[in-house]
């Protein structure tokens, strides 16, 4: 775990503060302390996990998040990323509701966070594991189909703040919860199948019963 000044929440709202318009994925990186997988998970994972539409952010973050969930696999100390993911643009508006949203959903997770089983993020095992659910969560949000990226996004969220201070409790919830989101999401893409594009409404209505 990489040690840093200021909370996460802090330094992302600070990043989006400055000039408005478009910034490269590279230079908001500069903008940050620290470059750690738990920093980047939380980072990449957020817009997809807020319950706010934050259109044009799955696919791309799904994309990166894909890539540092095979280099957790492949326990490599320390991510990177092709010059083409750093040089793709993102908005940058530090008023905007989703910035808002985002450092204030941090920072309600933040206060719970705390060393708890640090020694198994430090095994050869446990980080993978969790790279390869990730791995998979990360795949469903790239679906462009409802209901397929809130779960699994939120999932990666959670454990990436388990990464960040090495909190297991955080890592085991941040699993439950992606693995329950690839169920759905494997339950959307069987009643396509079976039922076409209407499938998602099948498995909205199975959700909510009472729903008409």
Not at 7 to 18: E, T, Y
Not at 157 to 170: Q, R
Request: aromatic share 8%; with cysteine; charged share 15%.
């Amino acid at each position: 775990m990489e040690p840093h000044a200021s909370p996460l929440s802090v330094q992302i709202r600070q990043a989006f503060d400055r000039e408005a318009g478009e910034i490269t994925f590279g230079e908001f990186l500069e903008r940050i302390e620290a470059r750690s997988f738990g920093f980047l998970l939380v980072l990449l994972s957020i817009p997809s996990a807020l319950p706010l539409p934050a259109p044009g952010y799955s696919v791309p973050f799904g994309i990166v998040l894909s890539l540092l969930a095979v280099q957790m696999i492949r326990r490599r100390s320390q991510p990177w990323f092709p010059e083409r993911v750093l040089q793709r643009k993102i908005k940058s508006r530090g008023d905007s509701k989703v910035v808002k949203g985002m450092t204030r959903f941090i920072a309600f997770f933040e206060r719970m966070l705390k060393p708890r089983g640090a020694s198994l993020f430090r095994t050869s095992v446990f980080p993978s594991v969790l790279g390869g659910v990730i791995l998979l969560c990360s795949m469903s949000m790239m679906l462009p189909i409802p209901l397929t990226n809130t779960l699994p996004a939120l999932g990666i969220f959670l454990m990436g703040l388990a990464v960040l201070e090495e909190d297991l409790a955080f890592g085991l919830v941040g699993m439950v919860i992606g693995l329950l989101g690839l169920a759905l999401t494997t339950a959307i893409l069987v009643a396509i199948a079976m039922f076409g594009a209407e499938g998602v409404d099948v498995v909205k209505n199975w959700i909510k019963p009472g729903a008409d």
